[in-house]
């Protein structure tokens, strides 16, 4: 039996692997899962190359928990390892990665999340690790390796018959959650769900009818439990998908979701970098208050997170489904991934993805579109007000829907106000609420005079409005209640006040005074014949400045 010291410098290498991943702990089952993946494929590949002789129709990856024993066991019949490979990359190789990982981030215990830490992550929860393997090259002895966590390991000649390799951790007394068969299901859920191999976690029992009448009985049938699926959507060629595969994969994704997405965007790309995915637009139902990190990011079918700021669009971090990259470098900071320039590609490739599916969707099936547009219009706002490249395609399939809920693209809508809504200086002016009910009166009086009144009262619209006006040069955008109705369109002739001058001067300080100073203005001229004697505005300058406070200051621009 071979014995071994692995290196004198990584002497206090596990306690501080131990302290630095202590929040990530759980992805040992990742990571070794991962392993036991990549020595199937990797026979796979040798096998079409005709490099092994080695069967590869049945690979399988097989998780087993032993509560007596205190063991989990990760077990694969992929490529396996012959003895110098245990002591080349096990022993040399992944303590050199483990060591240089402790240099580089000994003071940034934040930013490891993802380090790919691999093999040595099994002593986070592990006393005592046993590697078990025979590998396919013919005439290999098996052999085991064995190591306690710290850095003196064992190597010796064993029996195993079937190719592969077995993973035994003897889980530590501080880490006995990890014996429990929910705990370990749920993680494989959260990491496994769609790795490209089956995995194996026990089995599920169901019965059963067979046979006809009198000798039907109930049988009880004993299935392997398959945590996951190999072959998501994701991974297919969107011409292969049927509308219901998708559905059937949201489902997939949200099992706790009953809404079904509006539409989906299959995402595949791989030049000038490598991504798949399929984004959902999700139903709002004005719902504002919006779940972010909805979105998964996955690497070669592993799960990585569901922080995907700044690889998706800010915009778009309110998108449901799921994004595939080996590209997106996972083991740096988030500061780093949004300087780096794939990432950054990946980003704009996104952004453009989407709006070239909403044009699709809208010149394809425009009565569609405008059905789905209170879900989206938040997400495309905010897109036009971020992405200037977004803002450029946006703008022409954008809607704007007036108190009657009939919508308009902007052009569209500009072009059946001009003649009729034009101020002093031939600007078209657009007139909008915010608030149907408290501007009722407002509104019925613009319609009285033959305007036509928009409504824009998400949280955004104040800089939304602001947006449009850039863009639309020679276009005002006023709310319906900023002055009197005949101010802010043509100044025609003055409807006269309803009460003399006398009444007028005794009133107006009396009310001006019940009102906040210097925000409002009484004016005494009616806005339509059959309305009340006077009017109380706001100036557009000072509610805008309101608005805009009140969405903080801009806070959701980022
Ligand atoms: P990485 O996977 O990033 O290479 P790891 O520390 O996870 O780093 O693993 C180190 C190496 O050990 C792998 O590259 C592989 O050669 C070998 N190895 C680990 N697990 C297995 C396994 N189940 N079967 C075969 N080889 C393995
Ligand atoms: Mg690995």
């Known amino acids: 039996m071979a014995q071994g010291k692995i290196n004198v410098q990584t002497e206090n290498i596990f306690p501080i692997i131990k302290q630095f991943l202590y929040s990530d702990q759980e992805i040992f089952l990742r990571e070794l899962i991962s392993n036991a993946v990549d020595a199937t494929q990797k026979l796979k590949t040798l096998a079409s190359l005709g490099e092994t002789k ?241 979105i998964q990011l996955y690497s070669n079918q592993v799960f990585v997170t569901e922080s995907v700021e700044g690889i998706v669009p800010d915009f778009l971090t309110m998108l449901h489904g799921v994004i595939d990259s080996p590209d997106i470098p996972l083991n740096v900071s988030r500061s780093y991934l949004q300087s780096d320039a794939n990432v950054k590609k990946i980003s704009k490739y996104i952004s453009r993805k989407v709006a070239d599916k909403l044009e699709e969707l809208y010149k394809n099936d425009r009565a569609d579109f405008e059905e789905k547009w209170d879900d989206i219009k938040i997400f495309i706002e905010y897109g036009m007000l971020s992405d200037d490249k977004f803002l450029e395609k946006a703008k022409n399939f954008a809607l704007l829907k007036n108190t009657e809920g009939v919508a308009k693209t902007m052009e569209e809508y500009l072009e059946q106000i001009k003649p009729l809504q034009t101020d002093k200086d031939n600007k078209v002016v657009v007139l909008y609420t915010s608030n149907k009910d408290d501007q009722y009166s407002y509104i019925s009086a613009a319609k009285d005079k033959g305007y036509d009144v928009v409504v824009m009262d998400s949280p955004l619209s104040a800089h939304f409005v602001g947006k449009l006006e850039q863009e639309f040069k020679d276009t005002t955008f006023t709310r319906v209640d900023a002055d009197t109705i005949d101010k802010l369109i043509k100044k025609d002739e003055e409807i006269p006040s309803k009460l003399s001058e006398d009444d007028e001067k005794k009133l107006k300080p009396v009310i001006e005074g019940a009102l906040p100073k210097e925000k409002y203005t009484v004016v005494f001229e009616s806005m339509s014949e059959k309305d009340q004697p006077f009017t109380i505005t706001q100036s557009e300058f000072m509610r805008r400045m309101k608005d805009m406070n009140a969405v903080g200051g801009g806070g959701m621009m980022g």
């Open 54 to 294: 080695a069967d590869v129709s049945n690979l399988r990856v097989e998780v087993k928990l032993d509560k007596d024993a205190k063991t989990l066991t990760f077990s694969d019949n992929g490529i396996g390892m012959t003895e110098e490979e245990v002591d080349k990359y096990i022993n040399q190789i992944a303590f050199s990665g483990a060591e240089e990982f402790v240099q580089k981030y000994k003071d940034k215990a934040s930013v490891i999340g993802h380090f790919g830490l691999g093999f040595y992550s099994a002593f986070m929860v592990a006393s005592k690790v046993e590697i078990i393997t025979l590998s396919h090259k013919e005439g290999s002895k098996a052999v085991r390796w064995e190591c306690d966590g710290s850095p003196n390991f064992s190597l010796e000649e064993t029996d195993k018959a079937a190719r592969g390799t077995d993973i035994v951790l003897h889980i530590a007394e501080d880490s006995v959650e990890y014996l429990e068969k929910h705990k370990i299901q749920q993680l494989l859920d959260k990491y496994c769900k769609f790795m490209p191999i089956e995995i194996k976690f026990g089995t599920n029992e169901r019965t059963e009818k067979v046979g006809e009448g009198d000798d039907a009985k109930e049988e009880k049938i004993i299935e392997d439990n398959i945590i996951n699926n190999p072959t998501p959507a994701w991974t297919k060629v969107p011409a292969d998908l049927k509308p219901e595969d998708y559905k059937n994969f949201y489902r997939e994704l949200y099992p706790m979701t009953f809404d079904e997405p509006l539409f989906h965007i299959h995402l595949n790309v791989d030049y000038p970098f490598n991504l798949t995915g399929i984004l959902f637009f999700p139903k709002l139902k004005g719902n504002m208050e919006m779940q972010k990190n909805k």
